[in-house]
């Protein structure tokens, strides 16, 4: 399984992003998907997830109301809208699969383990 995230940037602060992130190997409707970011010097923590439908969706309270993630399993991509960014948005942003398939993500899926394939990341810089 291949997981490509891309769309990270420079942007400032109150400003939008969209980042995607493609998936390849596996049933990619199968399986809820997440995204996770991880800050210079702090551990990998949850953002957003969606379960294999599409049909649900779990944030984090950091980013709920400003971020959406949704997806597109025609495209086998999952999309992560950032809205409002702050400066402690700022991170290297990576999508994840779930390990097993068919599972919802309300509540859950915020967890590292609950994850077998990871993206290589996507920078994003929110400058104040």
């Known amino acids: 399984v291949q997981l490509q995230a891309s769309g990270g940037g420079l942007v400032q602060a109150g400003g939008s992003l969209r980042l995607s992130c493609a998936a390849s190997?596996?049933?990619?409707?199968?399986?809820?998907m997440g995204w996770f970011r991880q800050a210079p010097g702090k551990e990998r923590e949850f953002v957003a997830a969606?379960?294999?439908?599409?049909?649900?969706?779990y944030y984090a309270d950091s980013v709920k109301g400003r971020f959406t993630i949704s997806r597109d399993n025609a495209k086998n991509t999952v999309y992560l809208q950032m809205n409002s960014l702050k400066p402690e948005d700022t991170a290297v942003y990576h999508c994840?699969?779930?390990?097993?398939?068919?599972?919802?993500?309300?509540?859950?899926?915020?967890?590292?383990?609950?994850?077998?394939?990871w993206g290589q990341g996507t920078l994003v810089t929110v400058s104040s």
């Open positions: 969606i379960s294999w439908s599409g049909g649900s969706t």
């Open positions: 190997g596996r049933t990619f409707s199968n399986y809820a």
């Open positions: 994840a699969a779930d390990k097993f398939p068919h599972r919802t993500v309300v509540p859950g899926r915020r967890y590292l383990y609950e994850y077998d394939y």
